[in-house]
């Protein structure tokens, strides 16, 4: 069965302090490794998708990466309308077909 | 503009009463997936489609159903038999094949009174 479990469940940080969101996962062939953004009553937004260790995309500020492991997503030198939920998910081996696993998420809220 | 609505926002039901939740997608996608989520928590999948006349059951399919007669269509059912089902629910859609993300509708929000 295939598992995400994300952490800090919430994160506040002051606008300028750069930090790292964690999702460490457990899945049988991964086939990717998803990253969305969702703001509050607001369906989630796409922002990266990994296939394989060592790669990374940045769009922005967000920088997302990728180990056997676990997937990171940098923020560097975050703003107040960055605050929102990360949600990280999983698309494993051929079994699963094209569905995902979501981890629980994390609340980051960026101050001024 | 292509995207995935849903359809209504909010929506308000008494205890007893089945509701039937809307979502259309102009993707052209394959695949199309109804979530379920609670306060603070990740998203729960419920029923999945990757074909038209085909669906499978998610995680917590349990007093929900669905239908996919048409590949632009996937609505989902809540019914009286849900013995929780208060929550907000996000439907998505994806191409059938490859590692390919979902994309999400607005969700809707369901209160039972």
């Known amino acids: 069965e295939d598992q995400v479990t994300q952490s800090p469940e919430a994160l506040r940080l002051q606008e300028g302090e750069s930090s790292s969101l964690n999702c460490s996962y457990t899945v049988s062939g991964l086939r990717g490794l998803f990253w969305y953004r969702q703001d509050p009553g607001k369906g989630p937004e796409f922002l990266f998708t990994?296939?394989?260790a060592g790669e990374e995309k940045e769009k922005e500020r967000l920088k997302a990466t990728l180990t056997k492991k676990e997937s990171f997503l940098h923020i560097t030198a975050p703003k107040p309308e960055d605050s929102a939920t990360y949600l990280c998910?999983?698309?494993?081996?051929?079994?699963?077909?094209?569905?995902?696993?979501f981890g629980e998420g994390t609340q980051l809220t960026v101050n001024p | 503009d292509g995207g995935i609505t849903q359809s209504p926002k909010y929506l308000f039901r008494k205890e007893g009463q089945n509701v039937t939740l809307s979502c259309e997608q102009n993707l052209n996608h394959d695949a199309m997936y109804w979530y379920r989520q609670d306060p603070g928590q990740g998203l729960r999948l419920i029923y999945y489609s990757q074909i038209v006349n085909d669906f499978q059951k998610g995680d917590i399919a349990e007093g929900y159903s669905v239908s996919r007669e048409k590949k632009e269509s996937f609505p989902l059912t809540v019914t009286s038999a849900q013995k929780n089902p208060t929550a907000f629910y996000l439907c998505a859609s994806s191409p059938h094949r490859g590692p390919l993300e979902q994309f999400f509708g607005p969700g809707t929000r369901l209160t039972v009174l």
């Open positions: 990994l296939y394989s």
């Open positions: 998910a999983v698309q494993g081996g051929e079994t699963s077909g094209s569905r995902l696993t």
